[in-house]
């Protein structure tokens, strides 16, 4: 299972949110590439780097993209705000691996996978659920579709790998949806799940790893020092058990 530390940024400074409420921020008050290069030096590979700005439409922080992606050799997964096919170029030619599309992916599917087919491999699917359902345009709009059926589309149409939040258990450090994971690859056995939200501390990265995941997305419980980047590595390159 990879480990993956994440950046969420507004104007251009790593925050947490709780909940996914813009008005339970909490700033660290450190530099997005200082961080980006300490998880660089620590072994780790991969970043989520999310844009809570644009996601919230509200401008973006393709800068900082282009400056951790120039500056370092990770990996990026970058996310917020790609509503449109020039959203999502300006995000690659900003230095990002991969795109999460969330929103999109809800509002207008058949765009989004026609996405997937010229970049095939580099969309990750965002499915940010409360009590099952999806959630979309920043988590500000709940709506009434299904989880599970929203990611099968994806799967069946040649996503391969989701992004998955329990949003209830966003920035709280009360553990990950471990049941939600383990049933949607019981229904899903064929995606690359990554898990996103609640994790605490390395019990429950192993946890995840046990139960089957892709990769588990760590966030507040590093910025909170209840994990360190040596631990992330280590459960990254532990055995199961």
Known sequence: MKVIPAIDLIDGRPVRLSEGDYKRKTDYNRDALDVAKAFEDGGLERLHLVDLDAAAGRGN????LDKIASRTSLTIDFGGGIRSRT?????FESG????NVGSAAFKKPGEVLSWNSEWPGRIILSADLKDGKVAVSGWMEETAADGV???SRFLASGVKEAVVTDISRDGMLSGPAIELYKMILSKLPALHLVASGGVSSVSDLLELKKAGLFAAIVGKAYYENRITIEEMKEAECSQDE
């Not at 959203?87 to 995000?91: K, R, V």
């Open 96 to 99: 990002a691996s991969y795109v």
């Open 61 to 64: 922080n393709l800068a900082i």
């Open 149 to 151: 059926e929203f990611i």
């Open 87 to 91: 959203s999502l170029i300006s995000a």
